[in-house]
């Protein structure tokens, strides 16, 4: 395998030619129709409204995410935890406080974005309070990383599994799993990217275990979508909102390819926290087109949300150790690895999640 892959060729999964791949499914999910969610889920995108044709662009793609209107569902504020009323997801209150953890170490990673949760074994840690306590901190912190676990690959799909159904697709990083939804990455990813997200419906969350990596370097980075969208201008911010943006080869396409083209809201609201994000897809094998644009003002206005996604101060770092996992949520992190990565001596194994259990 390449040391360097263009993470979740997404699109495998939506071809035509390989209908057996048509629909991610989480593991378990009955029938054969394409991507499900797990029964329960909060709502998504609780605040942007139907796709219209004023959203589509003239060339006519049409979006695969629309969302409900926001008026047939329950306001996303109403499910926010206790702790997040009223305060910025990013301020410090909310990043410092560990209401319901004095037995555990929290320790930023960054100001803005991450932490790392000393205090628990994962393998066998995972009472009800203490799923509700991990899923409270990914909430607060976006990122949350465990280090010396010795989970192995059994172990870490039941703490996967722990906070939600297995996304099964298809990806490029690891085109043809031992086991489904389990990827095995030999090397890494270079480019800021959410994972899977020209599914119709990407992951919630990602968890990724180290097993082998080198000494020094090979990092993976990870950016705030909401700290983002704050550093936005009120007319960037209003700019954006309602409007849909392409994930997956919006604009340079492969002749001949015939792939439905995903897009999903510029600006989505987070179920749990009522905290707006942007939602744009940054690594160079993509080119992001928001429809309803011109492809230069498109450009220009990816260029601005560019620059404020990828501002260092909205961003944490992980250097591995063999045992370290990471959780984050996929909906509101892009992340990259850090370099050149060497498939012989870095070896990561990844699992997607279809949906947080709420
Ligand atoms: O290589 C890395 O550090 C990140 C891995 C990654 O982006 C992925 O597996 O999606």
Request: proline share 11%; with cysteine.
């Amino acid at each position: 395998m390449a040391s360097t892959v263009a993470p979740d060729s997404t699109d495998v999964v939506c071809c035509p030619r390989r209908p057996r791949r048509r629909g991610a499914r989480p593991v378990g999910a009955r029938g054969s129709g394409p991507a499900t969610r797990a029964v329960g889920k909060p709502v998504r995108d609780g605040d942007h409204g139907r796709l219209d044709a004023g959203n589509l662009g003239s060339s006519g793609l049409r979006p695969r995410s629309a969302g409900p209107p926001a008026c047939s569902r329950s306001p996303a504020r109403a499910r926010r935890p206790a702790i997040h009323a009223h305060l910025p997801w990013t301020g410090a209150l909310t990043r410092h406080m560990s209401p319901a953890t004095p037995d555990l170490t929290i320790r930023p990673l960054s100001p803005t974005l991450g932490a790392e949760v000393t205090g628990m074994d994962l393998r066998t840690d995972l009472t009800p309070e203490r799923r509700a306590q991990i899923r409270t901190l990914l909430f607060q912190h976006g990122v949350l990383v465990w280090r010396d676990q010795s989970l192995g690959t059994a172990g870490q799909v039941a703490f996967a599994e722990a906070f939600g159904p297995i996304l099964v697709f298809t990806s490029v990083v690891d085109p043809e799993p031992a086991r489904p939804g389990v990827h095995e990455v030999h090397g890494g990813s270079v480019g800021w990217h959410f994972d899977a997200s020209s599914l119709p419906a990407p992951p919630e969350a990602t968890v990724l275990r180290a097993v082998r990596v080198p000494p020094a370097g090979n990092d993976t980075l990870w950016a705030s979508g909401v700290a983002a969208y704050q550093a936005l201008t009120p007319r960037v911010q209003a700019l954006a909102t309602g409007r849909y943006i392409t994930h997956g080869r919006g604009v340079k396409r492969e002749p001949g390819d015939e792939r439905p083209i995903v897009a999903h809201p510029l600006v989505r609201r987070h179920p749990h926290t009522g905290e707006h994000y942007l939602y744009i897809n940054l690594p160079d094998w993509d080119h992001p087109l928001v429809l309803g644009m011109s492809p230069d003002d498109s450009d220009a206005l990816v260029a601005e949300l560019r620059a404020a996604y990828l501002r260092p101060e909205h961003q944490a770092r992980l250097s591995w150790t063999p045992g370290t996992i990471a959780m984050w949520d996929n909906r509101i992190v892009l992340h990259t690895g850090t370099g050149e990565h060497d498939p012989a001596t870095r070896h990561l194994v990844r699992i997607c999640l279809a949906a947080l259990h709420p």
